[in-house]
T-cell receptor, first 112, second 110 residues
Framework: NAGVTQTPKFQVLKTGQSMTLQCAQD?????MYWYRQDPGMGLRLIYY???????DKGEVPNGYNVSRLNKREFSLRLESAAPSQTSVYFC???????????FGPGTRLTVT | GENVEQHPSTLSVQEGDSAVIKCTYS??????FPWYKQELGKRPQLIID?????GEKKDQRIAVTLNKTAKHFSLHITETQPEDSAVYFC?????????FGKGTSLLVTP
């Protein structure tokens, strides 16, 4: 069991470029989440998918889009990257919402 | 939206002492309260959680207490060890989502 995997581990973008962060889980979990972590700000929810076929906005969705491709995969897209999106991005999954969330290893993104 | 406040933001204790971290939440419908530990450069990992139908839960040196009336919950670590040094996050659920506190950086000095 790999758990939750994320690609890439590191990425540097120029302002205005686009990219997609990939996340996959092999635990047959229903719910998946994308967070960003900035120093002193904790973990802030960007988007989540309560179950396959649904997505909802979290606390900080502006500038991002998501796709729940299937039960295993949940991707996060930055259409036009901005320096304010420099952060560490974590994907997580849980069996259902109010359950232990398992986190991926994170993607460190720098936008210059 | 849901607000989770966590205190203190930093905590330094000597090895063997106890550490207490406190959180308050605002959504009266919250019924799940996990605590995560994050070591430097690593992913957050669950260390203990509690549901609203119990007031206290223990796992070896770690315990969590919940006061639903006052909407606060606390993490207690006894007999701290240097390997307990990390950032700790509390969270509460709001529907399918978790709202996290801003974290407490715990340093345990030998």
């Amino acid at each position: 069991n790999a758990g939750v995997t994320q690609t890439p581990k590191f990425q540097v973008l120029k302002t205005g470029q686009s990219m997609t962060l990939q996340c996959a889980q092999d635990m047959n979990h229903n719910s998946m989440y994308w967070y960003r972590q900035d120093p002193g700000m904790g973990l802030r929810l960007i988007y989540y998918s309560a179950s396959e076929g649904t997505t909802d906005k979290g606390e900080v969705p502006n500038g991002y889009n998501v796709s729940r491709l299937n039960k295993r995969e949940f991707s996060l897209r930055l259409e036009s990257a901005a320096p304010s999106q420099t952060s560490v991005y974590f994907c997580a999954s849980s069996e259902w919402g109010a359950d232990e969330q398992y986190f991926g290893p994170g993607t460190r993104l720098t936008v210059t | 939206g849901e607000n989770v406040e966590q205190h203190p933001s930093t905590l330094s204790v000597q090895e063997g002492d106890s550490a207490v971290i406190k959180c308050t939440y605002s959504d009266s419908a919250s019924n799940y309260f996990p605590w995560y530990k994050q070591e430097l450069g690593k992913r957050p990992q669950l260390i203990i959680d509690i549901r609203s139908n119990v007031g206290e839960k223990k796992d070896q040196r770690i315990a969590v207490t919940l006061n639903k009336t006052a909407k606060h919950f606390s993490l207690h670590i006894t007999e701290t060890q240097p390997e307990d040094s990390a950032v700790y996050f509390c969270a509460s659920n709001s529907g399918y989502a978790l709202n996290f506190g801003k974290g407490t950086s715990l340093l345990v000095t030998p």
